[in-house]
T-cell receptor, first 113, second 118 residues
Framework: AQSVTQLDSQVPVFEEAPVELRCNYS??????LFWYVQYPNQGLQLLLK??????LVKGINGFEAEFNKSQTSFHLRKPSVHISDTAEYFC???????????FGAGTTVTVRA | NAGVMQNPRHLVRRRGQEARLRCSPM?????VYWYRQLPEEGLKFMVY????????ESGMPKERFSAEFPKEGPSILRIQQVVRGDSAAYFC????????????????FGSGTQLSVL
């Protein structure tokens, strides 16, 4: 079984400032890691994923995340946010041999001008 | 191509009533997954269905909850005799195959149904 912890429930940030959303996971087997974004009144969209290989993965809309096996973390970053990045962000993990996702509780990012 | 459609968006029920949540998968998708998000928690897997078959219901509560995905029409998550603890956001996802096992790129989520039990 695996679990996912998102350390921040709310992150307010000013436009054009950097943002980092923290995610830690625990698992007894190898996992794939994902970040999803949910804009207001929309479904969850896949932002980026880590399956294997390079530990720095780039996603849509300028986001990137770094897989750190020793710290069991998969933090999401963006160097300069826009108002349109206001959304809820979910970190998720899935065993490499299964389809069931485990999600963190989500981080609400509010970008202010 | 419309995305995964869930309705209603919000559903209010009194204790003891029945709740029916609907999910229409994306066109061409034959696999449906239901997840539940309780307050302050992450989404938790409930059930995985293919057309007319329940493949995995390991995340479903043993009583009062059922799910179906008929040959025609949307997938339905049914909760009988609702209690306050059933208040949550229920998300549906669909894919054309087994969750696009490697990448999740073909797994699409709906916007969820927020169930409130008074």
């Amino acid at each position: 079984a695996q679990s996912v912890t998102q350390l921040d429930s709310q992150v307010p940030v000013f436009e054009e400032a950097p943002v980092e959303l923290r995610c830690n996971y625990s698992s007894s087997v190898s996992v794939y890691l994902f970040w999803y974004v949910q804009y207001p009144n929309q479904g969850l969209q896949l932002l980026l994923k880590y399956l294997s290989g390079s530990t720095l993965v780039k996603g849509i809309n300028g986001f990137e995340a770094e897989f750190n096996k020793s710290q069991t973390s998969f933090h999401l970053r963006k160097p300069s946010v826009h108002i349109s990045d206001t959304a809820e962000y979910f970190c998720a993990a899935r065993p490499s041999n299964d389809y069931k996702l485990s999600f963190g509780a989500g981080t609400t990012v509010t970008v202010r001008a | 191509n419309a995305g995964v459609m869930q309705n209603p968006r919000h559903l209010v029920r009194r204790r003891g009533q029945e709740a029916r949540l609907r999910c229409s998968p994306m066109k061409g998708h034959s696999h449906v997954y239901w997840y539940r998000q309780l307050p302050e928690e992450g989404l938790k897997f409930m059930v995985y269905l293919q057309k007319e078959n329940i493949i995995d219901e390991s995340g479903m509560p043993k009583e009062r909850f059922s799910a179906e995905f008929p040959k025609e029409g949307p997938s339905i998550l049914r909760i009988q005799q609702v209690v306050r603890g059933d208040s949550a956001a229920y998300f549906c996802a669909s894919s054309p195959n087994l969750g696009d096992r490697d990448s999740n790129e073909k797994l699409f989520f709906g916007s969820g149904t927020q169930l409130s039990v008074l």
